[in-house]
């Protein structure tokens, strides 16, 4: 089990890669310009998804940051180039697999608590979590891919089987 959520991670920082990747021939002022009413800028989508990475991987590490710290940490002002963001996201990367190493398959199936902004208390297993990571993130490279290829820099495949045998 631990073997196949490597492996989900390796490949959520494939797929990222490929989207930064081509994110990058998009001019500056395309990059942070909102897309339509509702999509917000290619920079708002790509720091979310690393907001994400980085709220799941604090908490599951006991260490969560308010969601208004992390906003003035790595909000998509902080990004005025995706360079900046690339340099983030590559930290963020390296934390996440440094905390993954220490698991073995008994601690992936542990849980932990986590307290909704409403109060919630609610329990997840790790394992749950390190997926919804990766799932989350497909959901919006999806739709980061779809803003690419409109803007004529579509990043390809994405697809799990295209990681696997590329």
């Known amino acids: 089990m631990k073997a196949y959520i490597e492996q989900l ?10 989207i ?30 690393m907001f994400a990475e980085r709220y799941w991987l604090d908490r599951m590490a006991g260490t969560p940051v308010s969601v208004e710290e992390m906003e003035k940490q790595i909000g998509p002002k902080n990004f005025p180039t995706i ?18 190493a220490e698991f073995d398959e008994k601690r992936l199936v542990k849980t932990f608590k986590h307290t909704r902004s409403d109060g919630t208390e609610l329990e997840y297993r790790y394992i749950d979590i390190f997926t919804h990571i990766v799932l989350h993130g497909m959901q919006h490279r999806a739709e980061m891919a779809q803003i690419l290829t409109d803007l004529g820099q579509s990043p390809g495949n994405l697809d799990y089987n295209v990681y696997l045998h590329p």
């Open 9 to 18: 991670i390796d490949y959520n920082y494939w797929a990222n890669g490929l």
């Open 20 to 49: 930064l990747k081509y994110a990058e021939k998009l001019p500056a002022e395309v990059f942070t310009k909102p897309i339509s009413d509702t999509e917000g800028s290619p920079r708002r989508k790509l720091a979310h998804i």
């Open 83 to 100: 360079k900046e963001l690339y340099g983030a996201w590559f930290d963020l990367e390296l934390r996440m697999r440094q905390f993954l």
